[in-house]
């Protein structure tokens, strides 16, 4: 079993920033590649970035390249998302979540998820 939380999530202008945590306990972190989705009001949830076990590859979706990067700390047992260049369409909220799956970008192959956290983007 793994218990995860996120936090960081907030109201921030277009054009800034925020940094997303998600930490994990029980079972071994590391033994987990993580990922991050979102759900926006009335939309279902899509993959936004995930990060493989020990952090040497990452993906992420088409909409998010280059303005947000996901890292994880094996030895905190937490992954982040830093956000960037954050636009009004990506207010969401945010969900992390472990598998043992290969396959990152599917939502359906996450074991374990967070309770998400709000981030709204005002233009």
């Known amino acids: 079993q793994v218990q995860l939380v996120e936090s960081g999530g907030g109201l921030v202008q277009a054009g800034g920033s925020l940094r997303l945590s998600c930490a994990a306990s029980?079972?071994?972190?590391?033994?987990?590649?993580m990922g991050w989705f979102r759900q926006a009001p009335g939309k279902e949830r899509e993959f936004v970035s995930a990060i493989t076990r020990s952090g040497a590859t990452t993906y992420y979706s088409d909409s998010v390249k280059g303005r947000l990067t996901i890292s994880r700390d094996n030895a905190k047992n937490t992954v982040y998302l830093q956000m960037h260049s954050l636009k009004p369409e990506d207010t969401a909220v945010y969900y992390c979540?472990?598998?043992?799956?290969?396959?990152?970008?599917?939502?359906?192959?996450?074991?374990?998820w967070g309770q998400g956290t709000q981030v709204t983007i005002s233009s």
């Open positions: 029980g079972r071994s972190f590391s033994s987990y590649a």
């Open positions: 979540a472990a598998t043992s799956s290969y396959l990152l970008r599917a939502l359906d192959e996450y074991d374990y």
